[in-house]
């Protein structure tokens, strides 16, 4: 008697053999599935995420650029701070800086001996800044 004839409570033990093989892909289909199916609700609540983000991304760069108009920040600036667009009276030229820096470095009093350096250059100027900012204190005073 062959080892596929031989006879498990009047049943083959082929057949057996190939009922518990057909009932573990039936379990490991049926656990697939289930396993898919969450990985698919997942997949779509995290897109729902990403959209829901995209939708945020759009209004805070709408909001931004409203922050940074250009008009708006004008207006603060002049109400807030006081200040204005500059005029014609307030731009100077390369050569009008040099006497613009040369009347500041005048008017400002010498510091002590011992806290100058020892070899300071003889032909520095002061920051272009400081000379455009003094000029435009100036005119509005």
């Keep these: 008697?062959?080892?596929l004839d031989r006879k498990v409570r009047g049943f083959k033990l082929v057949d057996v053999?190939?009922?518990g093989l057909l009932?573990?892909?039936v379990l490991g289909v049926y656990l697939a599935k289930t396993m898919a199916?969450?990985?698919r609700t997942e997949i779509a609540r995290i897109e729902r995420q990403i959209a829901a983000e995209r939708g945020r991304i759009r209004l805070l760069e709408a909001e931004v650029s409203h922050l940074e108009?250009?008009?708006r920040i004008g207006q603060l600036s002049q109400a807030y701070l006081g200040m204005a667009p500059a005029t014609a009276q307030n731009e100077a030229t390369a050569e009008e800086l040099v006497a613009i820096a040369e009347k500041a470095a005048k008017a400002k009093p010498k510091a002590p001996a011992a806290a100058?350096?020892?070899e300071a250059p003889a032909a520095a100027a002061p920051a272009p800044?400081?000379?455009v900012v003094a000029p435009a204190?100036?005119?509005?005073?």
């Design 1 to 3: 008697m062959s080892l």
């Design 17 to 19: 053999v190939a009922l």
């Design 23 to 25: 009932a573990a892909l």
């Design 37 to 39: 199916g969450r990985e």
């Design 69 to 71: 108009q250009p008009s």
């Design 116 to 118: 100058e350096p020892a």
């Design 129 to 131: 800044a400081a000379v």
């Design 137 to 141: 204190l100036e005119a509005g005073q």
